[in-house]
């Protein structure tokens, strides 16, 4: 019995080894039949594969996947850090100009609005003329540093 077993454990290894060793091949026919066959295609197959242990390679894959990167140098790495860095120095300056543009256009605007509060209340004005002196504002000159209040609100208002 002993005997029996040796031998059948020697046959079932030897089939299993001869399977592992065979090639088997898969492609579709002229008629569009997928034909699996211990021997190659011929050469008007289509898809023609070599089946590795149930498996279709994928060296025969299309062409149309990326080929991966190659990996990036510690240079190249560093060179992107120093551009990320830079643009964010730029991005940060340029957002810290439009708020000082914004804080800038608000005071403008709130200094016009109040002259154009004050010119309108009917108050008294006096101004500095050339020599030093004080004077009070005339109607007409009243009026038109009223119309140039008015332009500097809607200009710095908006």
């Known amino acids: ?3 029996l077993l040796i031998f059948v454990f020697g046959i079932a ?3 299993t080894a001869l399977n592992t060793n065979a090639q088997t091949y898969q492609w579709k026919d002229s008629s569009g039949h997928t034909v699996i066959s211990d021997t190659p ?7 023609g594969s070599r089946i590795i242990g149930g498996k279709v390679p994928t060296s025969n894959a299309p062409s149309s996947a990326k ?3 190659a ?10 850090f120093k551009k990320r860095q830079q643009e964010l120095t730029e991005k940060s300056e340029k957002d810290a100009k439009e708020k000082a543009l ?4 608000r005071d403008n605007c709130d200094r016009a609005q109040k002259q154009v509060t004050l010119l309108e209340s009917g108050q008294r004005i006096a101004t500095v003329d050339e020599k030093g002196e004080r004077r009070v504002m005339e109607e007409a000159e009243k009026a038109k540093e009223m119309e140039r209040a008015r332009r500097a609100v809607s200009d710095s208002c908006k």
């Not at 295609?41 to 898809?47: E, H, L, R, T």
């Not at 914004?102 to 256009?105: I, V």
């Open 67 to 69: 080929p991966a990167e």
């Open 102 to 105: 914004a804080a800038e256009k």
């Open 13 to 15: 290894s030897t089939v």
């Open 41 to 47: 295609p011929p050469g008007s197959a289509k898809d």
């Open 1 to 3: 019995m002993k005997n």
């Open 71 to 80: 990996p990036k140098s510690m240079a190249e790495k560093e060179l992107e």
